[in-house]
T-cell receptor, first 112, second 113 residues
């Protein structure tokens, strides 16, 4: 499994755009990149997934450069409710061979 | 459609006691996982199952056992609880053979005194 590296923590203010970068230098050809969000006292929940270029949904955008060795989760105009831990996962969900592995994630704190 | 349900939500044990945590999903998912999360740490995989009747060890399986007798249920057992097993336990499931997202339960806070 490709190992991921993320910043341990980030701070932002309400209304700002937040970009969290994840490094995955040994990503495999078939691997997808998936991001999860975890609020205190809750289980993680899926935010976004992509393979290459850019993916956007109602919550976030995911930018993946051509070499796919990193990815950036972009949260537009954050609010206090975006304070959470964000996890980047890399892998290919082909049957039981894919084991979703979570690192320590990035703790984002949004200030008023 | 309740998703993934974990019971109990909280439990306090004495060292040496045993207990079982139940995870139930109503989405007909093939794969189920048990994770533990300690303060300041990410989620670490304890055991997982790729289908009814199958189980496999994850990263930190020692001191735990699991069973998947029915597709919708995944049980995590502690035979002789230790203080080091004080943690928050999360169950997750996903559909099957593609890049589906994981669905998580709300967690079980376990304290072993």
């Amino acid at each position: 499994l490709a190992k991921t590296t993320q910043p341990i923590s980030m701070d932002s203010y309400e209304g700002q755009e937040v970009n969290i970068t994840c490094s995955h230098n040994n990503i495999a050809t078939n691997d997808y990149i998936t991001w999860y969000q975890q609020f205190p006292s809750q289980g993680p929940r899926f935010i976004i997934q992509g393979y290459k270029t850019k993916v956007t949904n109602e919550v976030a955008s995911l930018f993946i450069p051509a070499d796919r060795k990193s990815s950036t989760l972009s949260l537009p105009r954050v609010s206090l409710s975006d304070t959470a831990v964000y996890y980047c996962l890399v892998g290919w969900a082909s049957g039981g061979s894919y084991i979703p592995t979570f690192g320590r994630g990035t703790s984002l704190i949004v200030h008023p | 459609n309740a998703g993934v349900t974990q019971t109990p939500k909280f439990r306090v044990l004495k060292t040496g006691q045993s207990m079982t945590l139940l995870c139930a999903q109503d989405m007909n998912h093939e794969y189920m996982y048990w994770y533990r999360q300690d303060p300041g740490m990410g989620l670490r995989l304890i055991h997982y199952s790729v289908g009814e009747g199958t189980t496999a060890k994850g990263e930190v399986p020692d001191g735990y056992n699991v069973s998947r007798l029915k597709k919708q249920n995944f049980l995590l057992g502690l035979e002789s609880a230790a203080p080091s097993q004080t943690s928050v336990y999360f169950c997750a499931s996903r559909l099957g053979n593609s890049n589906e997202k994981l669905f998580f339960g709300s967690g079980t806070q376990l304290s072993v005194l």
